[in-house]
């Protein structure tokens, strides 16, 4: 069992910048990969960011050259550091982790609200 807390969203203008944060406890070692989704009302669930064990990123071609993920192993955290907002990036973002050997996210966060306004 793996349980992720999100943490760090808000409120802030666009152009702003936000960092998230997804502590992971549990069995941290079972995890593959850990992704960042956002959800918008009226929306489905959107695919932000995915890291791997070995660190390869991936992200939604709407969040390229803005957001980044990182993780830090000694704190069992990974990060998504959101540059240049824009409104259209509100959301509930979760984090999620895919346990090994799979690349499937069977865990998630409680998610944070990230609104920007204009």
């Known amino acids: 069992q793996v349980q992720l807390v999100e943490s760090g969203g808000g409120l802030v203008q666009a152009g702003g910048s936000l960092r998230l944060s997804c502590a992971a406890s549990?069995?941290?070692?079972?995890?593959?990969?850990m992704g960042w989704y956002r959800q918008a009302p009226g929306k489905q669930r959107e695919l932000v960011a995915t890291?791997?064990?070995?660190?390869?990123?991936n992200y939604a071609d709407s969040v390229k050259g803005r957001f980044a993920i990182s993780r830090d192993d000694a704190k069992n955290t990974v990060y998504l550091q959101m540059n240049s907002l824009k409104p259209e990036d509100t959301a509930v973002y979760y984090c999620?982790?895919?346990?090994?050997?799979?690349?499937?996210?069977?865990?998630w966060g409680q998610g944070t609200q990230v609104t920007v306004s204009a």
């Open positions: 999620a982790a895919a346990p090994m050997p799979t690349t499937r996210f069977d865990y």
């Open positions: 549990g069995s941290i070692f079972s995890i593959n990969a």
């Open positions: 890291i791997t064990i070995f660190g390869s990123t």
